[in-house]
């Protein structure tokens, strides 16, 4: 919902603000184009937050497989020892 729905808004946003932007008198101009990009920096924060919430791995590969692969890459220039195990099966 967070990258569907707000994203849609944001890049509808940004469609109409570009629209706009080249409509105005060039005195606007450079109003406009800042309205553009920070809704383009906006578009991005959302679409890095959606993939952090939901990432793609979780979906294909599972729960616990996604843990393992997340405290590989976070841990692996580390001297922490870890390990995990699962009672059951995540899904």
Do not use: F, M, Y
Not at 32 to 56: F, G, H, Q, Y
Not at 71 to 78: D, G
């Amino acid at each position: 919902e967070l990258h569907d729905d707000i994203g849609q808004l944001l890049t509808a946003a940004k469609l109409q603000s570009e629209w706009l932007q080249r409509r105005l008198p060039d005195d606007l101009q450079s109003h406009c184009s800042v309205l553009c990009n920070t809704l383009n920096e906006t578009l991005a924060k959302v679409r890095d937050v959606s993939a952090i919430l939901n990432p793609r791995q979780l979906a294909s590969l599972g729960l616990e497989a996604s843990l393992r692969a997340h405290l590989l890459k976070t841990l692996e220039n580390t001297q922490v020892c870890w390990s995990l195990e699962c009672q059951q099966r995540l899904t």
